[in-house]
């Protein structure tokens, strides 16, 4: 059976963007949407590691999924799989981490995707945007690899608006200095008074009007 199509919600894509903004090293996160038969549509992104140690660190795996679990409970969705960004922008490597994760995940919901983002297409350039990202699906129902979705096109569908935002990010004109205020569940465990589910961010985002072009 064909993976089916991911589209992605505007405010998802950017939360990501801003997440692998913030921190030049290796990312991951998890996505939270609705399950088709033919389409999955990502409604939201939750930010989780952005160190190398805490990639590591199975139990701090654990707990921000059993948490990310139940928030997509709360608001009617699923956990869809994860998005992962290595530290090396052009590195598309599909590594032991991002594998541990999705196949947690996978192993959680029967079905999951792995998002491998490619920080060097993060630019101005929207065209590049577009294709920043690589949807992963596993081969095979147990011990498979995570390789290319077999669908026809193995990026994102994004909105032109999502584009646009994300377009205004990079360049400097808007919302750059909300990647200093964007919060991961790692960032969380160090200082529990922040929001990781980033609630205000994620409206600023939606409701944001773009400069006129």
Not at 59 to 80: F, N, R, T
Not at 110 to 123: D, H, I, T, V
Request: proline share 4%; with cysteine; hydrophobic share 40%.
């Amino acid at each position: 059976m064909p993976s089916p199509v991911y589209s992605i919600s505007d405010a998802a894509y950017n939360t990501i963007i801003l997440h692998a903004l913030k921190y030049p090293t290796t990312i991951s996160g998890v996505v939270l949407g609705s399950i088709g038969s033919q389409a999955c549509a990502i409604e939201s992104a939750i930010p989780l590691i952005h160190s190398d140690l805490a990639m590591f660190t199975s139990p701090l795996h654990e707990v921000a999924l059993l948490l990310s679990e139940q928030k997509a409970k709360q608001d009617g969705m699923h956990i869809l799989g994860i998005y992962y960004a290595n530290a090396v922008a052009d590195d598309r490597s599909i590594g032991v981490v991002p594998t541990h994760l999705a196949n947690a995940v996978q192993k959680r919901t029967g079905s999951a995707c792995l998002l491998l983002l490619n920080a060097k297409n993060l630019s101005e350039d929207v065209r590049k945007c577009r294709h920043a990202f690589r949807v992963c699906v596993r081969d095979g129902e147990i011990r498979g690899s995570w390789g290319k979705s077999e669908v026809q096109h193995e990026t994102l569908q994004v909105s032109d608006r999502a584009l646009k935002v994300a377009d205004a990010i990079l360049g400097g004109v808007v919302l750059r200095d909300q990647k200093e205020r964007i919060v991961d569940f790692e960032d969380h465990c160090a200082d529990p008074s922040t929001d990781w589910l980033n609630a205000k961010l994620v409206t600023r985002l939606n409701e944001m009007q773009l400069p006129a072009s």
